[in-house]
C-alpha cells in the first residue's frame, strides 16, 4: 500500500493521475526535414507519394501547421520543450553541438588541444568570440518525453535531437540509430519517434548520384526563384527527395502493421519545418514556417481537413494529452488532441535570429489570414550570405544572375533592406509578396497583430533581446559550462531516496549487481521518479542533469 501511493506522489508532482495511466495509448512520430506541404493532400502532386497519400486517407490533415523557426534546431527545440525559443534561450542556430553531455568531451577540452570547427566556433558577426555552447534552460522547462516516461511509457528517438542542447538521459529511453518501439519491455506503452533525413537541404547536392525521379520540365517555380534549368534541377532533385522519404515512411508503417500495430497506434507525421531551398528555408514566411502536419488516431478513421492553427510547440503537449497526462501549465504550448485539449488558437508565433555566421532579430505573428512581420533591424538584408547554403547550385546563379543585374523585381527584393514591418493577406498572397502595412486599408488588422507580437516578445521574456556574447555569460559564466551536482541519497526504512541540489535537475539510475561496471550514456538508464526499495546485495549508478549543464559524475550507493 505504501509503494502504491508513493508511485501516485510522484506522477502528481508531475500531474500525471492514477486514474489517467490505465489505457495509455501508443504514438510514433515519422519527422522528415525541410519540406513544406508540398505533397497531394495539399494539392500539389508534383512528387509520387502513394504511403503519405494512404496515410491521409486515414488522417486529420492539418492545412495550418507552423514550425517556431525556419531552422532545424530552434524549430527541434521547440517541439522537444513545448515552448518557443526566444523564450527559453534556443533561439540562436546553432549553439553547439551535441557534445556537452557526461562521458563526452567539452569544447573547452577540444580547444586546449588546438581542436575544434573553426566555421561553428565563430558563430556570429557581432560578437567574434562566441564558441559553441549548450543552452541552459530554464530549471523549470523540461522535455516533454519525461513525462511520458514518469508515466511509464518506454520512449525511444531514432536518431536526430538538435535541440540546441544536448539531449538528457531522462528524456529517452533509447536515443540512437537502433532505438526502436520493438525494444519496449512487454506491456509498456511507447512513444518511438523516427527521423527521416533525406529532404534535408543538404540532400539538394549530396544526393547528386541519384537519379532523377521528378521531371524538371513539370516542377513549379515559385517566383521569388528564377526560372532556369539550375533552378529547376535543383526543384527536381528535392521532389525526387521526398519521393525517397515517402518509401522510407511506408517502411515504418509496414513494420507497425507487421506487429500488427498500425490499427491502434496514434501516428503523427510532420516536417520540422518549410522548404530547403533558397528564399524558403531559414525565412519567416509562409515557405519557411508552415509545414505538413498529419495525425492518424487509433481504431479506423477516415481523411479530415483542419485550418485550425498548430504551433510546433503545441506538439509535446497534444502528444501528452493523447496518452491523458496534462501538460505543464507554464509552458507556450497547448494540446490541440486528446482529453485536455484547448481552445483552438488564435495566433502562432515565428523568430528569427542568429543562422550560422549571420545574425539578426525578427518576429512574426500570423492568424488565419493574415501574416504580421516585425523587423528588428531593417536596415540590413532579407538575404544572409550564409556559406552553407551556398552548396546549394541555384543560390550560387541566383547571386551571380544579381550581380548581372538579371533578376527582375520579386527575385531582387531578398536581397534589398527590410522595411519596420511587414503585413501580408496569406490567403490571397502566399508568397508574400504586396506588403500591406503602409496600406491604410488594413490598419485595423495592423494594429492587431502588432499587438500581439508587442504581448509576446516585448511584454514577456524574449532572450533575443540579450546580445549572444552576453547571453552565452549568463548560461556560461567565466564561459565555463555549469556542472550538475552530484547525486546524494537518504536510506528510509526500506527504499532509497535520491537527490540533487542543483535547481531543475532530473535523475537517471542503473541497478547492477556489481559495484565497478562500467556504463555509458548508451546503457539502459531509468528515470528516477519514486524511492527505490532497498536490494541487499545490488548497487545503484546514478547521474543527474539539468538541460544545458555539464551531467554530474556518475556515482554508486550500495542499495
Not at 100 to 105: A, E
Request: hydrophobic share 35%; proline share 6%; with cysteine.
Amino acid at each position: 500500500m505504501r509503494k502504491a501511493l508513493t508511485v501516485l506522489f510522484f506522477l502528481a508532482l508531475l500531474g500525471i493521475s492514477n486514474a489517467q495511466v490505465k489505457t495509455p495509448p501508443n504514438i510514433v512520430w515519422i519527422v522528415c526535414e525541410d519540406i513544406s506541404p508540398t505533397l497531394s493532400m495539399y494539392g500539389d502532386s508534383t512528387a509520387k507519394t502513394p504511403n503519405l497519400d494512404a496515410l491521409a486517407s486515414q488522417a486529420i490533415v492539418y492545412s495550418n501547421a507552423f514550425a517556431t523557426t525556419g531552422v532545424c534546431g530552434p524549430s527541434r527545440s521547440a517541439i522537444i520543450t513545448g515552448m518557443l525559443p526566444t523564450s527559453i534561450g534556443t533561439q540562436h542556430f546553432r549553439t553547439g553541438n551535441d557534445v556537452m553531455s557526461w562521458g563526452k568531451r567539452t569544447y573547452q577540452e577540444k580547444a586546449s588541444k588546438g581542436e575544434g570547427d573553426t566555421k561553428n566556433d565563430v558563430l556570429d558577426v557581432q560578437h567574434k568570440n562566441v564558441r559553441e555552447y549548450s543552452a541552459v534552460i530554464p530549471e523549470n522547462i523540461k522535455c516533454f518525453t519525461e513525462y511520458l516516461r514518469a508515466a511509464g511509457y518506454y520512449c525511444t528517438n531514432n536518431q536526430k535531437t538538435d535541440y540546441q542542447f544536448a539531449a538528457p538521459l531522462s528524456a529517452w529511453d533509447e536515443n540512437d540509430p537502433k532505438a526502436h518501439w520493438r525494444n519496449a519491455p512487454k506491456g509498456k506503452p511507447f512513444f518511438s519517434v523516427f527521423n527521416i533525413g533525406d529532404t534535408h537541404e543538404s540532400r539538394l547536392w549530396l544526393n547528386n548520384n541519384l537519379p532523377l525521379t521528378v521531371d524538371p520540365a513539370k516542377v513549379p517555380v515559385p517566383p521569388y526563384l528564377v526560372d532556369n534549368p539550375i533552378a529547376r534541377k535543383d526543384i527536381a532533385r528535392h521532389y525526387s527527395n521526398i519521393e525517397v522519404m515517402d518509401q522510407k515512411v511506408g517502411e515504418i508503417i509496414e513494420q507497425l502493421k507487421k506487429d500488427g500495430l498500425y490499427e491502434s497506434t496514434i501516428l503523427f507525421f510532420y516536417s520540422d519545418h518549410g522548404g530547403p531551398l533558397p528564399h524558403q528555408k531559414r525565412e519567416v514566411y509562409e515557405y519557411g514556417l508552415r509545414a505538413p502536419l498529419m495525425i492518424k488516431l487509433a481504431g479506423n478513421a477516415t481523411k479530415q481537413v483542419t485550418n485550425r492553427l498548430v504551433s510546433y510547440t503545441d506538439l509535446g503537449p497534444t502528444v501528452l494529452s493523447l496518452a491523458n497526462i496534462q501538460p505543464p501549465k507554464d509552458i507556450d504550448g497547448m494540446a490541440f488532441l486528446g482529453k485536455y485539449e484547448a481552445a483552438p488558437r488564435k495566433y502562432v508565433f515565428g523568430t528569427s535570429d542568429r543562422f550560422d555566421e549571420f545574425t539578426d532579430r525578427i518576429r512574426t505573428v500570423r492568424n488565419e489570414n493574415f501574416l504580421y512581420v516585425k523587423n528588428y533591424h531593417p536596415e540590413w538584408t532579407k538575404y544572409k550570405d550564409v556559406n552553407y547554403r551556398k552548396k546549394v547550385p541555384m543560390m550560387n546563379d541566383m547571386l551571380a544572375l544579381r550581380d548581372q543585374n538579371k533578376l527582375n523585381a520579386i527575385q531582387m527584393s531578398w536581397f534589398q533592406t527590410k522595411e519596420k514591418e511587414e503585413l501580408y493577406a496569406i490567403k490571397k498572397d502566399p508568397n508574400s509578396l504586396v506588403n500591406l502595412a503602409n496600406d491604410p486599408a488594413y490598419s485595423k488588422e495592423l494594429q492587431e497583430l502588432r499587438t500581439q507580437c508587442q504581448m509576446q516578445f516585448e511584454h514577456k521574456k524574449d532572450y533575443g533581446t540579450i546580445p549572444e556574447s552576453d547571453l552565452i555569460l549568463q548560461m556560461w559564466p567565466n564561459n565555463v559550462q555549469p556542472k550538475t551536482a552530484s547525486p546524494n541519497f537518504e536510506r528510509k526504512q526500506n527504499h532509497m531516496a535520491l537527490a540533487c541540489t542543483t535547481k531543475g535537475a532530473s535523475l537517471s539510475y542503473i541497478i547492477s549487481d556489481t559495484k565497478d561496471k562500467k556504463w555509458n550514456l548508451n546503457s539502459p538508464w531509468l528515470l528516477y521518479t519514486k524511492p527505490i526499495a532497498l536490494q541487499p546485495g545490488k548497487f545503484i549508478y546514478v547521474i543527474a542533469n539539468r538541460i544545458g549543464y555539464q551531467d554530474s559524475e556518475m556515482v554508486v550507493f550500495e542499495l
